[in-house]
Each structure stands twice: as C-alpha cells, then as structure tokens.
C-alpha cells in the first residue's frame, strides 16, 4: 500500500491534482478528533479522582491539608498529560495524509498515554505508605508504560521520516528524522531510571520522572524550532 | 426522500452546482464526531476498568502478576475498539452524503460497538473462575453482539452499494459491494463460533473471537486494497 | 446585538464579503461540537450502566434474564437520545451563524436532554418495585423533563424562524416556523402523559412516553420532507 | 519563537501567501476540540452526579424534595461551566494561529475549570451540615480557584493583546486589552468575596459567587459588544 500511495503522490503532483479525491481538509482529522477524545477525557477524568474528604464537623481544613500529595499527582500526571497532547498536535498539524501504519503507531501512543494515570497511582500510593519493595515495582512499572510510549512516538517519527510524501506541503523533510533523538532519549533516560530505581533508589527515579515530562514540554514544537528561539532570546 | 436526494444529486451535476447547498465539507461531519466521541470514551473506559489492586504492604507484584487475565481483556478490547474504529474511519473517509438509513445503520452500529465491553467481563470472569455453564452462556452472549454488529456493517456497506450517489467523487462504486462480504464472513463466523462455544468447548470458540478482530483489522482498508497491497509485497 | 447582526448580513449581501471575516466554515463548529461531546458522553454511560449481575456458579443465565426490564430502559433511552442527535444535526445543518440566543437555548436543550436518563432509572425502578405513588411521581417528573426539552426545542425553532439572517444560504425560510409544531406537539402531548400518569394510571402515560421518540425520529428532517417522502412512497 | 512567527506572518501578508502553509483551516482547531472535550465531560459528569434516591416504598417524593440542594448546587455549576464555554468560544472565534504561549495559558485555564466542581461539592455540604470554620475553609478554596480561573482568562486575553498577528483578519485590536478589564474584574471580586467569607459572613461571599457567572455570561461577546447591544436596546 506504500508504493501504492507514493506512486498516486507523485502522479498527481504531475497532473496537478489531488492525490486522494476523497479526502477532504486532510486525512487526519478523524485521527485528531479521536485522540483529542481520548486526551479530553484521560485528563478530565484525572480531575474527578481527587477526594472529597470524610470529615468530622471541623475538620475539613485538616483532611484537605493531609491529602496534599494528592494534588501533587494530579498535578503532574495533568501536566504529563498536557505535554502529551502538545506534542500530538505539533506533529500532527505536519501531516496531511495518513496509512495504516501511521494508525496502527498512534493507537499505540493511545493505549500507552491513557495507561499513564495507573502507574501514577500506584507510585503516590507506594511513597506515601512508605514499602521499600512495593516503590520499586511501581518505579519499574512507571518505567516500563513511560519508556514504551515513548517507543509510539519514535514509531511515528520513524514512519514520518521515511515517508515524507504524508507531510503537508513546506514540511522541512529534516524535521522528523530530527524529532527521533528526542524519542531516543526517553527510550534511554525512562530504561535508566527504571534500572536505577529499582536497583539504587526509588526516589532518584522520581526525579527523572518529573525532569522529563518537562524536556518534552519545552521542546514540543521540534528540537529545531526549540533551538532557534533559545538561541534569539539569548541575543540582545 | 432516497429518490428526492437522488434526483437533487444529478440535477446538480447536470447544472454544475453544489446538490445540497446547505452541506459544508461533507454531510458526515458531525455523524463523524460523535462516533469518535462514542469511540474515544468507550477505549478509555477500558483503561479505567484496570483495577488497582488492593495490597497488604510488599505485595504489589505478587498482586500485580495475579492479575494478568485483566491485562489480556484490556488488551484484545482496545485492539478490538481500536479495529472497528479503523474500519469506521475507512469506510466515512468515502461518503460524502448522509441520508436517515446511514444514520440508522450508524446508530446500530455504535449501540453494538458500544456493547462489547459487556460480554467480554462476563467471558473472562466465566472463564477465570471456571463453571462451564456459565462460560457456554458468556461465549453465546459475546457471539450475539459481536454477530449484531456485523450486521450493523453489512447494513451500512448494503446501504452504500444501492446508494453509489451518497459517495464522494472519485470512489470506485465496487468498492462497497465487495466490503459486504467481509460483513458475511463476520456475521457467519460469530454464529458458528457461538453454536461450537455452546454445544462443544468455550475455549474453540475464544480462537474464532480472538482471530477476527484481526482479521477486520488487517482488511480494514477494504478487500480489494488488502489484495493488491499483498500481491505487490509478494513481487520481488 | 440583533439589529447589529442583521445589519452586517445586510450590508455584506450588498457588497459581496463575507458579513462575518472571523467566521470560518460556519459560526456553529463549535456549539455542533460541545453538544456532540454531551449526546456522545450521555449515550456511551448509558452502556456503563447496564449491570453486570453477581451470580453464584452456574447461575449467570438466569440473573442475566432476571434483568431484562434493565435492557429495556437502556434501549428505550439510547433510541432517545440518538433521536435528539438526529433532531439536533437535521437542525444545526441549516444553520450557518449563531447568536447568543441560539446558543443559551441550545444550552437549555443540553441541559434538559442529559438529564433524560435521570428520572429514567427513577422510573424502571418504581414500575419493577410497583408502589404506585412511586410511580405517579417517578412519570411526572420524566413527564417534567421531557416537556422542558420540547420547550428548549421549540424556543430553538423559534428563534430560527424570527431571525432568519441566521440560516445557511438555500434553506426554506418556512423550514422552522413548521418546525415549532413539531414541538408545540411534544409539549403538549408530555403535559397531557404527566396529567394522565398522575390522576389514572402510570403506565397509560407510558404509552405515550414510548410513542413521541419514534414521533420524533420518523420526523427528524423536518414536518416538510417527512410527507413529501411519505407521499413519494404512497405513489406507484 | 514569537518574532519567529511575527516575521512569517509580516512576509507572507507582503508576499500574498498564507504565512503557515501547514496550517490547514484555522491553527486552533484542535485546541478548540480539546477544550470541547474537557468541558463537554465537565458538564455531563455533572448530571451524573445527581444522586438517584434510596427510598422506601412511597417515599419517593419526600426523599426527591429532600435533596434540592443538591438541585440548585447542579444548575448552578451546569450555568457556570456553560458560561465558561460561551466564553472560550467567543475569544478562539477571534484567533486564527496559536503560539506556546496561548496553549499553556489554555492548558491553565482548562485546569482551573475542571477543578470548579471540586470546591462546590465541598461548599454545598458545608452549607448543608452547617459547621462554620468548614463553611469559611470551603469558600476560600472556592474563591481561590475561581480567582485563579480568572488569571489564566486574564493570561489569554494578555497575550491576544502583544500579539495582535495571532487573531483573524478583521478583528479589532482593541477588543482583547479591554476584555482584560473584566479578568480584572474577576479577579479582584473572588479575592474580595474570599477575604469577605473568611472574616466575616461564607453566605456573603455565596452572592458575589452567584453573581459573578452572571455578569461573565451577560458579557460573554466581550465588553464592547455588550455596551452597543446594551445601549441599542434603551433607545426606542
């Protein structure tokens, strides 16, 4: 079906017309709307999780003061959650036609993004009640679903780069190839930290944990881009 | 109203003219997002349905690994949603006009899709705590809905095969006739597999339930593209 | 603000621009969009709900029969809501800018359709556990809810008939003041069920109940095209 | 990455060409369908929330009378979200690129209104059970999240004002830095009206609570069109 396609790009860019006469804006906006329902609802979804506390008649101040570590797992898996989708919709705003592959990667970074939220409640759940071998599972699982989303995204970058008749026209075709090191080093750093939390120390791990949905934050729209504006401001 | 809408297309085509000048991109728009919507919630429901496992402190793997059966369910179901999504969106990215059958056929279909989660908890919990009876009845049950839905299928491409004027330009008008068998084949395996899975074994029956969602999914661009992808990977 | 409007369609008709430049496809992507994420969500946990019986081995067939009436309340309110959605998508297809009004009616119409399912359940369990005031109050309330839609509806028609400026280009302008009968009728028809429910006998007005969504899913594209096509079907 | 974008958009207006060529209709669709996503799930989990009575045989309309606050804390934060929603509407409409900026200040606004049920859930009860200190504990953290909601309106509205080349063609610039106004406005009444529940009275605080969704909604079109609609309507 590759070829197949390719050889209708290119046939049609010669004859001046569309290549796929049914599709209309562009072939992912299904693919975008239904991430987006499945981005939308994972994090909603992690809103509704926070307790509202039992209390005694009184108390209320106390019971959502105790519960604060709460707030700080929803706000990171919020957060991770946000970085995900920024991410998402950086690539996807590139691409114009989609294949089965393409598909096939992306329910991939679906099942791996929607998964997050458990590891995540695990992991706050094994720190606060303190079981040294309890955190180190949870540490590897965290590692393990972080470490194979980050697997979906090199896919995709990987099927963009060697298919660069799916982009939308004025993509630089350097653009995917260079987005795979950005995928490469979760696949590293989120192996790394599993390794390490389970071998040395759980919560040298967290820091990784927490370093690096901000890495693929701040560089959501492309390591090129990401460099060009550091490099600007840093000018006079 | 078939016939008023097909003498508005060719009127239209005669006179070069939009035939329904109140239809933007295309009249499946919203059919579209709200199966997406319909879809990306029922898949990551399935996420939410993984249970967190209640543990005494030091055995969150023991509990973790103990409860493998969940993951498999998990896994085939979003495959499952995530094959008939694929076909959903192969099939509209085809249809330019929506009259009330399509929508009939769709709403049916997305009734069916979304029934599945349903007997897949009844199958696995039958199967994990082991009464024979209740496993025929869970097999049955599971081969009722997945058979309705392949109904559901058969009625749209049905619909779409006596309906060519409902397509976008540039659609081979074979395409939706040929797309019914694969329905049938649905629509008989499922009756077969609910009839061994009663009078024989559950379990041959799980092999049929397990290997035609990916068949579905493999054909999901349609039989004909399947076959000439196929062919032109066998040439050297 | 609906003079200014007006004003603007005027005054763009008559210079050839569009009379809104910010309005891209149509100024009710996104009232289409929120509403199809409502009736999307509203209809995807009416499957949630559907119990999945605890059963001792080897009874699972019988508690799956002895929950029947639970199919019945779940297919009568999926079959609504899917009507309100046709209702909703026939409407919003001939409708190219919005107002303020039209969007706190549609807000009204979100409100009261999400709120279908609630006195649903109130409903089914007051008919299976048979005290009959239970039941007189149980369908006054769905007689309530329902009637309040049909108010929503019809202040939607409503509008759509006084501010005719709103519509897309080629839509019958007698479209929507025909229209309001339709609603007229569901206003109407839930008043006299709740009246009948509350002084004879419940499941006369039940009748009813079931009688209006097929009433308004036969009528979906409008009073108009329903008895053109009728007719059509009527002739040879 | 800001002047990268100012640059494009300058050069592309002189060259006559679009200034992202891989921006399809708008950059903001999929923001747009996120947020769709998010407040969609928002509001229907509202209904969800409406608790279904236990009742003894005809004690049905006692326990539904019971619980009517729990009626007016639902059509309250049912208005509020809703309003929420006018109000996103009405500003995206008004851009056509998004730059980093714009998504995180998105991003902080989606959080702080999925987070609004939160605080009225623990409000309502503490009304209802009566204890002072909760009551005053309970419109804090209101006030502090709704006070926080109106900084990210406040962030959104700044931004659209230094960078007037995000907006679409023909809107006027000084639209975005008076909607500041009301941000402010928001701002300054929730830090009051909490100040004003701590130290003195929760149920005075309750009246700016109430009253603030109103005034939002009323001004959802933006302070300008609000004022001309406003005066056009007292004269005769």
């Known amino acids: 079906m590759r070829h197949d396609r390719e050889e209708s790009v290119q046939r049609a860019a010669l004859e001046n017309v569309p290549p796929f006469p049914h599709v209309r804006l562009a072939d992912t906006d299904r ?43 929803f706000l990171a898996s919020f957060c991770y959650v946000g970085v995900i989708w920024l991410n998402h919709r950086a690539i996807f705003s590139r691409v114009r036609y989609c294949d089965r592959a393409l ?44 470490g194979l989303m980050c697997l979906a995204w090199l896919s995709l970058f990987h099927i963009l780069t060697i298919r660069p008749y799916l982009l939308e026209k004025g993509i630089d075709p350097s653009f995917f190839p260079k987005e795979r090191l950005r995928a490469w080093a979760g696949v590293g750093l989120y192996s790394f930290a599993g390794a390490l939390g389970w071998i040395w120390s759980p919560l040298s791990a967290l820091v990784i944990f927490l370093a690096l949905p901000v890495f693929f934050g701040v560089t959501s729209e492309g390591l090129i881009e990401t460099r060009l504006s550091l490099l600007r401001r840093g000018r006079p």
């Open 31 to 73: 693919l975008e709307a239904f991430s987006d329902g499945v981005f939308s609802i994972t994090i909603t979804l992690l809103v509704v999780e926070i307790v509202r506390p039992d209390h005694e008649a009184g108390h209320l101040l106390d019971k959502l003061v105790a519960q604060w570590p709460n707030y700080v797992a």
């Open 103 to 146: 598909h096939i990667a992306n329910l991939f970074l679906l099942l791996t993004s929607a998964l997050i939220p458990f590891p995540t409640a695990l992991l706050s759940f094994a720190l606060q009640h303190g079981n040294p071998f309890d955190a180190q599972v949870a540490v590897a699982l965290y590692a393990l679903i972080s």
